[in-house]
């Protein structure tokens, strides 16, 4: 494995992990909107909209998880430029819904059922047969 290769890999898994495990803690942050919108919902839209902008603004707990999740962006958008596309899909977007998954039952979401552990374990059994295949020499080298 060459080192950009080690270098893409890391990249777009630190892609994964800044958006799967912000993902619950930002659905977290924003709890209160709905009584927001609610104690506007007489007003005109332009004001309900910036009532919601402050409140989601002012909390700590949705900013925080909120930048870490676009500076996830902002790394998964260099990487385009270095990773073989077949690898960057499959190891940011897949593994998104996994990190995202293993954070919710941290935060103590229900647990659901294995059938949700073995499509864990799909997910990353599927990216590491991808990876292994990105990585393997071609024949004859």
Not at 64 to 75: Q, R
Request: hydrophobic letters at 50%; proline letters at 4%; a neutral charge.
């Amino acid at each position: 494995m060459s080192l950009a290769s080690a270098r893409s890999i890391a990249g777009l898994l630190l892609v994964a992990l800044c958006w799967g495990f912000t993902n619950p803690f930002i659905k977290a942050g924003s709890a209160g909107l709905e009584a927001v919108s609610k104690a506007h919902a007489a007003s005109p839209w332009w004001k309900r909209q910036a009532a919601e902008a402050w409140f989601l603004a002012t909390r700590w707990q949705y900013v925080v998880p909120l930048a870490i999740n676009l500076s996830g962006s902002t790394v998964y958008y260099y990487m385009l430029g270095e990773a073989d596309l077949s690898l960057a899909v499959p190891i940011a977007n897949s593994l998104t819904f996994a990190f995202t998954t293993l954070a919710g039952i941290a935060l103590g979401e229900s647990f659901g059922s294995w059938d949700r552990i073995a499509g864990m374990a799909c997910v990353f059994v599927g990216v590491l047969l991808c990876v292994r295949s990105n990585l393997a020499p071609e024949p004859g080298e």
